[in-house]
């Protein structure tokens, strides 16, 4: 499995995908036939959680060239993670609560074991590996991993998601966080996944069979309660001379970026960050940069967040194309409040409008799917 790196190569691959394999994908993206057999799912995260494809488009060009019907399931999987997005957007206290948890939280040997890929479990310890070497787990085996994770090998799932996010390419803080959330039993309270060993055999292709996992626990408690806080972004219509890209936004308006004197990729390393990524995982952000930097042809520069930091003493004005929660907002907030800055978030409309519709359950997004498709003329 080969990740590209730039917007081209990503398109094509979205094409490719649109032209011989979305029609399969309701009936078949349920199974992981492994690493090397991938044709039933899209293997668009990396390039869609870093916006190097947008959702929308995804949506938009998928829509264009199959009716509705025919990809439902692909078209409804695509807008969970606009859902997760919203939902966490409208609650961001479980994202610092996240991370907070995770400072009290020990590393014991159990954990050591499950990491380093040297449990009893063979198919959980396979999918470690295949974690850190392809930096990508299938939807259903990430649900199966989780779920051994939480409840056979009964460790923390802030520490699951944590993990995920060192190794994933596709490391979103609302899809993952929210997801593992929910296989804990604590997204929607009181209903956890639980892995089966059936459901494994069958899902797997038969690759493992008999596999001994708790079938029956119970849900993870947590009383914690997150109420709905409105979304408060700070945009106006006057622009300023420059813009700030960080490198989970990177779809870029050509027209747009014009009005701006110089935009300023900015990459934060480990240093910055609650949640330290493999150095593959960053590499591979910064070979995303670096491949927008190549393609658009302007006035632009990659920035580390000591070169950021420098920026903000001479500059305390500037536009920021809105990274959402997260841990580059999280830094900007931070560089905020110590440099005084006043930022213009750049938002896009389709975020905003869908955002809205993140209040309650999937169930209820889902249905507002025909008025999100006809009001951007996605269908
Ligand atoms: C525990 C756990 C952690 C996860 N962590 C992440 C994460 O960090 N980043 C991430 O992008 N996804 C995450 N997901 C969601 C999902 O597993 C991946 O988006 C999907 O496997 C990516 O592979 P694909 O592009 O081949 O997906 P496809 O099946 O081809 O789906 C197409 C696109 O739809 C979106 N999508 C599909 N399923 C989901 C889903 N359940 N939730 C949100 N978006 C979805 C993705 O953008 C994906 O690229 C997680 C799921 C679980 C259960």
């Known amino acids: 499995?080969?990740?590209?790196?730039?917007?081209?190569?990503?398109?094509?691959?979205?094409?490719?995908?649109?032209?011989?394999?979305?029609?399969?994908?309701?009936?078949?993206?349920?199974?992981?036939?492994?690493?090397?057999?991938?044709?039933?799912?899209?293997?668009?995260?990396?390039?869609?959680?870093?916006?190097?494809?947008?959702?929308?488009?995804?949506?938009?060009?998928?829509?264009?060239?199959?009716?509705?019907?025919?990809?439902?399931?692909?078209?409804?999987?695509?807008?969970?993670?606009?859902?997760?997005?919203?939902?966490?957007?409208?609650?961001?206290?479980?994202?610092?609560?996240?991370?907070?948890?995770?400072?009290?939280?020990?590393?014991?040997?159990?954990?050591?074991?499950?990491?380093?890929?040297?449990?009893?479990?063979?198919?959980?310890?396979?999918?470690?590996?295949?974690?850190?070497?392809?930096?990508?787990?299938?939807?259903?085996?990430?649900?199966?991993?989780?779920?051994?994770?939480?409840?056979?090998?009964?460790?923390?799932?802030?520490?699951?998601?944590?993990?995920?996010?060192?190794?994933?390419?596709?490391?979103?803080?609302?899809?993952?966080?929210?997801?593992?959330?929910?296989?804990?039993?604590?997204?929607?309270?009181?209903?956890?996944?639980?892995?089966?060993?059936?459901n494994i055999s069958k899902f797997t292709n038969n690759k493992y069979k008999n596999v001994k996992i708790n079938e029956t626990a119970l849900p993870i408690i947590d009383k914690r309660e997150y109420k709905i806080s409105p979304i408060k972004i700070n945009n106006n219509e006057e622009l300023n001379k420059h813009l700030i890209i960080f490198e989970n936004e990177m779809f870029i308006n050509l027209n747009e970026i014009k009005k701006y004197k110089k935009i300023f990729f900015v990459l934060l390393s480990n240093e910055s960050r609650s949640l330290k990524l493999s150095k593959k995982v960053l590499d591979f952000k910064k070979s995303i940069i670096n491949s927008q930097l190549n393609d658009i042809k302007y006035e632009a520069e990659l920035l580390d967040e000591n070169s950021f930091i420098n920026f903000t003493l001479t500059f305390k004005s500037f536009d920021v194309i809105y990274p959402s929660i997260g841990e580059n907002l999280s830094f900007l907030k931070r560089l905020i409040k110590k440099n005084h800055l006043k930022i213009n978030y750049i938002t896009r409309k389709e975020d905003e409008f869908c955002w809205r519709f993140s209040n309650k359950g999937y169930f209820n997004f889902k249905s507002n799917l025909p008025i999100i498709l006809s009001t951007f003329k996605l269908n």
Not at 89 to 103: C, H, M, T
Not at 150 to 176: C, V
């Open 1 to 198: 499995m080969q990740f590209v790196t730039s917007r081209s190569e990503a398109l094509d691959k979205l094409n490719k995908f649109i032209e011989n394999d979305v029609s399969n994908y309701n009936t078949k993206r349920n199974f992981d036939f492994g690493a090397t057999n991938r044709s039933n799912v899209s293997c668009l995260s990396p390039y869609i959680t870093h916006r190097l494809i947008t959702e929308y488009e995804t949506a938009k060009l998928v829509l264009k060239k199959h009716p509705f019907q025919k990809v439902d399931k692909f078209i409804q999987e695509i807008f969970w993670r606009v859902y997760w997005k919203g939902w966490l957007e409208l609650r961001p206290k479980v994202w610092n609560d996240f991370i907070d948890d995770l400072k009290i939280i020990k590393e014991d040997d159990e954990y050591l074991k499950a990491i380093n890929g040297e449990t009893e479990i063979v198919c959980f310890n396979d999918w470690i590996n295949e974690l850190k070497n392809f930096n990508y787990l299938h939807n259903h085996t990430r649900m199966l991993f989780a779920s051994i994770w939480i409840f056979t090998l009964r460790l923390p799932w802030q520490k699951g998601a944590e993990f995920f996010m060192k190794h994933l390419y596709d490391g979103d803080a609302a899809s993952n966080t929210l997801s593992w959330r929910w296989v804990a039993g604590i997204q929607t309270k009181g209903k956890n996944y639980l892995a089966q060993s059936w």
